[in-house]
């Protein structure tokens, strides 16, 4: 049983940095991609961030590419979405998810495991 748990949301004012986390347990990861999705209030799911585990490729929606770095940590089997530059538009439910290597990397549906969620609020 795969389980993916996220932490680090919080509130910060706009132009703010902050880090979430994604600790990954129930198998080994070697050939999984991690990604990071968003959901605010009244709109989908959407693609933030992704990166193969075992380290190269990596994606990022255009929203979000310069301010945020995905990353991992295999040791620690945990993942991290560092935020930086923060606006009020970032605003949302950010969401850890992981799928076998292969495929799209930002196509929510082919994410098999999903974490809780962790509320990031922005202020301006």
């Known amino acids: 049983q795969v389980t993916l748990v996220e932490s680090g949301g919080g509130l910060v004012q706009a132009g703010g940095s902050l880090r979430l986390s994604c600790a990954a347990s129930?198998?080994?990861?070697?050939?999984?991609?991690m990604g990071w999705f968003r959901q605010a209030p009244g709109k989908e799911r959407e693609f933030v961030a992704a990166v193969v585990w075992s380290g190269g490729r990596s994606d990022y929606a255009d929203s979000v590419k310069g301010r945020f770095t995905i990353s991992r940590d295999n040791a620690k089997n945990t993942g991290y979405l560092q935020m930086n530059s923060l606006k009020p538009d970032d605003t949302a439910v950010y969401y850890c998810a992981a799928k076998y290597y292969g495929g799209s990397y930002s196509r929510r549906r082919e994410y098999d495991y999903w974490g809780q969620g962790t509320q990031v609020t922005v202020s301006s």
């Open positions: 129930g198998r080994t990861f070697s050939r999984y991609v």
